[in-house]
Nanobody
Framework: QVQLVESGGGLVQAGGSLRLSCAAS????????MDWYRQAPGKQRELVAR??????TYDDSVKGRFTIYRDTAKNMVYMQMNSLTPEDKAVYYC????????????????WGQGTQVTVSS
C-alpha cells in the first residue's frame, strides 16, 4: 500500500516563502508523475505544478514564483513557493501516479492528505 505524506505548510506573511514536501512510501516500482494541486475555500481543486520524467509545467498563476522538483531516489517531490500572496492560500495536495512492485504495468493515482498554506496580508 502506498502513502503520500505532505509537510511544510503553515502561516506566512505576504511576500514570504514556504517549501512543501511530499514523500511516497510503499512497495513502489515506478512513479510517473508527481504533482501539486491546491484547493481554496469554495473553489475546485486545481493543478499548480507537475513534474514527469521529461517535463515540468506550472499554472500561469505561479510561474516564476513556485518551483517543483523531485528526488527520484527518495520518491519525494518538493515545491518551493516564493513571493506568496493571499491568493495562494489553500490546502495543497500531493498527487502521484504510481506502479507497485507486485504489478509494475498498472499505474494508479494517489493523493496525500493535504497541508494548509495560509498567507496573511
Amino acid at each position: 500500500q502506498v502513502q503520500l505524506v505532505e509537510s511544510g505548510g503553515g502561516l506566512v506573511q505576504a511576500g514570504g516563502s514556504l517549501r512543501l514536501s511530499c514523500a511516497a512510501s510503499g512497495s513502489i516500482f515506478s512513479i510517473n508523475t508527481m504533482d501539486w494541486y491546491r484547493q481554496a475555500p469554495g473553489k475546485q481543486r486545481e493543478l499548480v505544478a507537475r513534474t514527469t520524467s521529461g517535463s515540468i509545467t506550472y499554472d500561469d498563476s505561479v510561474k516564476g514564483r513556485f518551483t517543483i522538483y523531485r528526488d527520484t531516489a527518495k520518491n519525494m517531490v518538493y515545491m518551493q513557493m516564493n513571493s506568496l500572496t493571499p491568493e495562494d492560500k489553500a490546502v495543497y495536495y500531493c498527487n502521484a501516479v504510481i506502479a507497485f512492485l507486485r504489478n509494475p504495468t498498472a499505474y494508479n493515482t494517489y493523493w496525500g492528505q493535504g497541508t494548509q498554506v495560509t498567507v496573511s496580508s
